[in-house]
């Protein structure tokens, strides 16, 4: 029997329907996303104003702490938004293939049984890179927001972690940059999607 492999049918879009809606991400789960960015972010913000901004005592390392976690609670919601999205988007194609290929070749189960090793699959690098990138932008947003608040001759600026495999991120990793020089790599971090590049900031000795 042939099939038309050139889009979805009916019936193909009925199992793509199905397929999607059982494997993407629930309400629930992108808030259980929400809660564990937010933890990550807010160990992240916590370490980097008591161990860095707690440097200068000319700063209200408490106040400034709350702001830069909020800063970074805002933050978290967006990404977690993103990263659903983009889950979305990407089961999406991988079914949308899986069942033009396989029409007539499969059986719904085995479908089934196809997008779940995918979903473990992913999952097994994904978490981890997350995790990175999680923790790398609060550190750059609060980087950000705290060059802001500091006199440009008390720090200066690492972009950890130091090496690279981005041709753009190469350029700076584990460079150490003044606090003029810093200010345009405000703009440059994250420099693609998926980075784990950030702006450490180290005081001045």
């Given at each position: 029997?042939?099939?038309?492999?050139s889009?979805?049918?009916?019936?193909?879009?009925?199992?793509?329907d199905?397929?999607?809606a059982?494997?993407?991400m629930?309400?629930?789960?992108?808030?259980?996303?929400?809660?564990?960015?937010?933890n990550?972010?807010?160990?992240?913000?916590?370490?980097?104003?008591y161990e860095h901004?707690?440097a200068?005592?000319?700063?209200?390392?408490?106040?400034?702490?709350?702001?830069?976690?909020?800063r970074?609670?805002?933050?978290s919601?967006t990404?977690?938004r993103s990263?659903?999205?983009?889950?979305?988007?990407?089961?999406?194609?991988?079914?949308?293939a899986?069942?033009?290929?396989?029409?007539?070749?499969?059986?719904r189960r085995?479908f089934?049984e196809?997008?779940e090793?995918?979903a473990?699959?992913?999952?097994?690098?994904?978490?981890a890179?997350?995790?990175?990138?999680?923790v790398?932008?609060?550190l750059?947003a609060a980087?950000?927001?705290?060059?802001?608040?500091?006199?440009?001759?008390t720090?200066q600026?690492?972009?950890?972690?130091?090496t690279?495999?981005?041709?753009?991120c190469?350029?700076?990793?584990?460079?150490?940059?003044?606090?003029?020089?810093?200010?345009d790599?405000v703009?440059?971090?994250?420099a693609?999607?998926?980075?784990?590049?950030?702006?450490?900031?180290l005081?001045?000795?």
């Open positions: 029997m042939n099939h038309d492999l889009a979805p049918n009916t019936e193909q879009q009925a199992l793509i199905a397929l999607v059982a494997f993407a629930s309400d629930a789960m992108t808030a259980a996303l929400v809660t564990a960015i937010q990550a972010i807010y160990a992240a913000a916590e370490s980097y104003g901004i707690g200068f005592p000319q700063i209200d390392v408490t106040e400034l702490a709350r702001a830069v976690q909020h970074m609670r805002q933050q919601v990404q977690a990263v659903q999205n983009t889950y979305r988007t990407d089961i999406e194609r991988f079914i949308i899986l069942v033009l290929a396989q029409w007539g070749k499969r059986t085995q089934y196809d997008v090793r995918w473990r699959s992913r999952s097994q690098w994904k978490s890179q997350l995790a990175l990138v999680a790398g932008g609060a750059a980087a950000a927001w705290v060059t802001q608040q500091l006199p440009a001759d720090y600026v690492q972009v950890e972690p130091p690279a495999r981005c041709p753009v190469a350029e700076y990793a584990g460079n150490v940059y003044s606090a003029e020089d810093a200010a790599l703009d440059v971090f994250p693609h999607v998926n980075c784990v590049h950030y702006l450490m900031m005081p001045v000795s």
